[in-house]
T-cell receptor, first 114, second 116 residues
Framework: GDSVTQMEGPVTLSEEAFLTINCTYT??????LFWYVQYPGEGLQLLLKATKADDKGSNKGFEATYRKETTSFHLEKGSVQVSDSAVYFC?????????????FGIGTKLQVIP | DTGVSQNPRHKITKRGQNVTFRCDPI?????LYWYRQTLGQGPEFLTYFQNEAQLEKSRLLSDRFSAERPKGSFSTLEIQRTEQGDSAMYLC??????????????FGPGTRLTVL
């Protein structure tokens, strides 16, 4: 079945450090790929998305490129801030007769220290 | 703020008791989803509704679980005869059906269930 594998956390970085959170996927077909973020005490929010190979999603300084050849969608940010501390989920979506199921990875907790 | 709301936010119950959670989606959204999230895991799909019709149920949704969306607005998720393994965060999300492409799901803050 479809699945998403992402690096386990927690990831602890100093402010202004470079961030990479790895994500790879397995899917039959051509999924859309997403990164969701969950801040403490809040619901998941869509951070960025890419719907086809070589697309780059970006938002709030975060970027991820859909790499079909390596089935990856790694999340990057050039300079993290304390406010970026959250749990980040990689996810995929494959339409199937209108079925809107999203498959999530386990989440990677990011802690940014001043 | 007219986002997705869930009540209660926390529920502690004893094994064997029944519990019911409520989700109020964004008002114009016609699709509503339930997910379960256990510690250290990502959300796992349970079921979804389009308007009042329940269109899909996961194998995770045992016969002790029932979900309803009677008027196509709010939804309830009931768990009967709770077990300790039911302890988890139950997430609700809603979206507006625009076609077969992904329609962004907006998540509520979740209801955390603890079964003693």
């Amino acid at each position: 079945g479809d699945s998403v594998t992402q690096m386990e956390g927690p990831v602890t970085l100093s402010e202004e450090a470079f961030l990479t959170i790895n994500c790879t996927y397995t899917a039959t077909g051509y999924p859309s790929l997403f990164w969701y973020v969950q801040y403490p005490g809040e619901g998941l929010q869509l951070l960025l998305k890419a719907t086809k190979a070589d697309d780059k999603g970006s938002n709030k300084g975060f970027e991820a490129t859909y790499r079909k050849e390596t089935t990856s969608f790694h999340l990057e940010k050039g300079s993290v801030q304390v406010s970026d501390s959250a749990v980040y989920f990689c996810a995929l979506f494959l339409p199937s007769g209108g079925y809107q199921k999203v498959t999530f990875g386990i989440g990677t907790k990011l802690q940014v220290i001043p | 703020d007219t986002g997705v709301s869930q009540n209660p936010r926390h529920k502690i119950t004893k094994r064997g008791q029944n519990v019911t959670f409520r989700c109020d989606p964004i008002s114009e959204h016609n699709r509503l989803y339930w997910y379960r999230q256990t510690l250290g895991q990502g959300p796992e799909f349970l079921t979804y509704f389009q308007n009042e019709a329940q269109l899909e149920k996961s194998r995770l949704l045992s016969d002790r679980f029932s979900a309803e969306r009677p008027k196509g607005s709010f939804s309830t998720l009931e768990i009967q005869r709770t077990e300790q393994g039911d302890s988890a965060m139950y997430l609700c999300a809603s979206s507006l059906l625009l076609g077969l492409d992904y329609n962004e799901q907006f998540f509520g803050p979740g209801t955390r269930l603890t079964v003693l």
